[in-house]
Each structure stands twice: as structure tokens, then as C-alpha cells.
């Protein structure tokens, strides 16, 4: 066979295979501009391919299907507030380069040969700003510590270890598809600590570092409201692109095929094991590190403070901790009784942390540069009858008491006031303003009063900036905010961890979402640390703030519990299949 009678097979074959790929599906390959060969040797550039999925109405069963235990995953889901609808689901399958931030240290560690050529980018990213120990598998970035002698926007803008996120969207994005860069993780509260001098503590039983953060190889996106499911794999120019593409094809066939049927994920008692023994270290008895005495006392202590003139607000907290066998099974208990705005399942090699959280910590869209806080203070339990049920009547009066409480009030109008104080640190001037002033939403356990601050980026900032402006949220920290944070320290006197931080991601396109780590468990070891804290102010009773430190943690508590007696179940029902015209398939391809 001649190479021109051999190449028109190969076209051949290729174009048939490509028109019979999804003959009796109900989606379609969403093909790629073509690159030259040069392209794809040069690194700092990625390619994504993209592909139609079926819709999947439960993403947890998705995750299972396709995660199950594997490490460095991460699932986020959103919920309308009031009707707790589902929204939009993310879910990070395989991640290229993982990144940990351990004080001014940053790790960086390729997970794949993909990851490899965004980990060789990033090397020569960093190289003239930071101290570089490693190779294109894994390497450590050492920043200089920011000198206190700067005033406060030359400390923003000097380099320090953010740049190990920020240097991803300098990547040439060849399909300018919005999630061409995806980073999904976690910043654990003491990030503060790289920025502003604060005590020294002790690690803790939550022993998540400064950060955490996931470069995503393939995507799974779903668009509730749409309806629709798509996947996406990054891949990353350099050496053994090709090799690499071959593999992410090969996975863009393997999730098709998983996710050819209708996945949902249900419950079912468990049941018991006659020869299983429980040793002391599973010890399912609830613990607290602080119990109600003293933390009473700590109350009473910062409310010195505060007449003393140091602060205005402040936020300790304190832990309770049980055993937790299924982190996935809680996740779904969690989810099911407190749908929430923002809830995640983060899955590390060392620990995991789920969640479902009312609060956003920092919210930034590209678009029209408008950045935001979702200040939420003040609590009330939900007016339930004494068998279980929800009154409505009670419900509504136990709101009204919420907002007439003049302490509550108090409370929340300050943090707006901090939060506006944040945005206006980082917005252009007269952009600032409150779009929302004391709603009250509700959840399983309790409803809150909340507020929504807005402003307009300053354009030499970008959304790591901005967050780097207003850690911590003032919810989980105080007023002033680094002295209150300095008390915390003094008075809880160990790390927090991701507790008060935040889960989220970033985008190449410089779009960023996270929300503040509460309602929320971090698993090491199969025992849950939950921990949840309490706004003091001058008039706090020192007794209610204690209460309500425990009815924070309750939803996450009842739902470890109540999984720990189930199993879960992951159904697949066949879908009708719907035969279509290879005509119709034929790939549309640009050069």
C-alpha cells in the first residue's frame, strides 16, 4: 500500500470511527481547534477536550462511581438557599499537580506525566522569585517572609507563597475554555499567619496546611438547572503531550461508559457485624476539647478584652470529635438534612473535609471584576415541635426575635462593617456598597441573619489579592481583625487548621468562589474534628454563646451519626436509548 492510499485509510477510519462513537448516545464530542506539532512541545500552554455527558441528577453518586476512596478529589456542589434546589456541581476526577503551602514553603508534586509539563511551567515560573529544590516530578518553592516595615499595599502586592497559585494563569489558554485552569482546595485559617504577625501555637488535631490545592486534569461539570453534563481534561503542553492526550481520550471514553446510566446513591441500614470488636480508639462517644465551664470563663475573659478597649468583637471556638468510618456516607447525611449554598468533599491523601456552609468567604467574578462577602451573624435554633417536627408558628416568632434582638443586631451591623471596611481595601473608589442588609436564611438546625458586600477590584489586584485582603472572614475572627485573631490564638491555643478558612477554586480566567470552612468535619485517622465558634461582644451571656457553639456542630454530629448505622447503595438505571444519524455526527474541525 502506497503512504497516500495509506493515509486516506487512516483518515478514513478515523472519520468513521469518529461518527460511530456516539451512535445510540444523547451527546456529542464538542471537538478542538487543531495545533501544530510545535505547539503542543512548548510548554506554558493547555489544551482542553471536551466531551457531552448525560445528565446526572446526583453528583455524589458520580463522585462515588468514579472517585470512591482515590485521593486528591474534590466534589462541590451548590443549593438555591430557599428552596434548596441544586445549582451547579463540580467535580475535580484526576488532578494534574498538587500543591501544599506549609508556611513561606510551597510543594508542589505531579500526580501524573500530564502534570509533569505544568509542574516543569511552574518551575520556571518561580524561578526568579523563589528559592527552587527539586525536578519536573516534585519541587519545593521557598518564599522570602514579607518584611513588617511595608506599608499595607506594598505587603499585598509582594510576592509571597500565593504566587504558587497565581503563576497557573499566565498558561496560554488555546481553547479559551473557562475551566482550561482549574484549581480547586482549601486555605486553612492560619494563612493569615504568612501576611500578619501572630503567636506561636501548637499543630492540632486538624493538621490541614496553610493551603491545599488541586490542578485539575479532567473535570466534570453539572449544570442542574440546564440539565446538562459535561467533561473536560486539561492537558498540558510539553514533552509527551501526545502520550498524554492518548491517555485523557482513553479516560474520556472510560467516564462515558461509566456514566451511560442513571447513578443515584441511597441508604440502607447496615448490617451488624457479630465479629466485629471495637477497640478504645474507636470510641464513638461525642468529646469536647473545651467543655461548657470553661469555655464559659473564655467567654468572660474576652468580654474584658473588649471593655478594655483591644477589640469590639470576637470569635473563639471550640472542637467536638467522634469516630467517623464512611467520610462519603456522612457527606451525604450532611447534605441531605442541611442543604446549603456551598457544599464540598475534599478528599487528600492525608485527611478529607466535608462540609455544608451557609457563608461565602470571598466570591470574585472576571467579568465585571465584582468581588464579595456574605457576612452571616447571628444565630437562632429553628422552631421545632417537641416531636421533631418543624412549627411554622414558633418558626416565624423565633425569627422575629432574632431581628429585634438589639445584641444580634449589634453584632451583624459591625461585621458588615468590617466587611465593607475589607472591600473597600481592594475596590476602586465609590464602587463599595451593601446589596443585601439583614435577610435571615435558614437551614436544618438554625437560621442566621446575613448580609451581602460588593465593590469593584482595583486593577492592578486579582482575586488572590483580594483574598489575601480580607482573611479571615470577620465572622470566624473579630473586630479589630488581627488582634482578634491574636486572641484566638492566646485563648484556643493551637492551630486551627481548615476551620474559619476556605474551600473554593480559581479559574485561568481569574474567576474565584470559596466559602468559610464550617458546618463542616475534618477526618484523619477515622476520628471527626468539628469544630464551630461564637460571636462575644460587650454584652455576650457567656452561657448562650456556649449553647451555641453546640447547636452549630449538631448538624454535622447527627449526620456522622446517623451514617455510621448505613450503608450507601449506588443504583444504575438503564436509560432509553435514542438512535441518531451518523450524519449528524460528523466532527466539525477548525484549523
Known sequence: MSNTQESKTEKTTEQNAKANT?????????KIPLQTAHDHQKSGAVVTITDTLSYQSDPLAVFHTLCADKENTLLLESAEIDKKHQLKSLLLTDTAVKIVCNGHIVSFTALSKNGENALSFAKQALASVASITGDNQAFTASFAQVTEQLDERSRLLAVNPFQSLRLFNQLKNINKHPFAVFLGGAFAFDMMAISESLPEVEDSENSCPDFVYYLAETLIIIDHEKRSSEVITNQFTGTGYETAKTAALARIKQIKASLCTDITATF???????NSTVSASQDNTLKCDIDDDAFCQIVNDLKENILAGDIFQVVPSRTFSLTCSNNLNAYKALKQSNPSPYMFYLQDSEFCIFGASPESALKYQQSNRQVEIYPIAGTRPRGFNPDGSLSPD???RIELDLRLDKKEL???IMLVDLARNDIARVSQPGTRHVAELLKV???SHVMHLVSRVCGTLEGELDALHAYQACMNMGTLSGAPKVKATSLIREVEGKRRGSYGGAVGYLTGEGDMDTCIVIRSAFVKNKRAQIQAGAGVVFDSDPQSETNETRQ????????IKEAEGKVLIISHQQRPKTIVNSE??????KS
Open 22 to 30: 456516539e451512535t445510540n448516545t444523547e451527546t456529542n464530542t464538542r
Open 410 to 412: 449589634a453584632e451583624h
Open 394 to 396: 414558633l418558626d416565624s
Open 441 to 443: 436564611d435558614r437551614y
Open 584 to 589: 449528524t455526527l460528523q466532527p466539525e474541525v
Open 552 to 559: 452549630k456542630a449538631q448538624a454535622v454530629i447527627s449526620a
Open 268 to 274: 440502607e441500614l447496615k448490617a451488624p457485624d457479630i
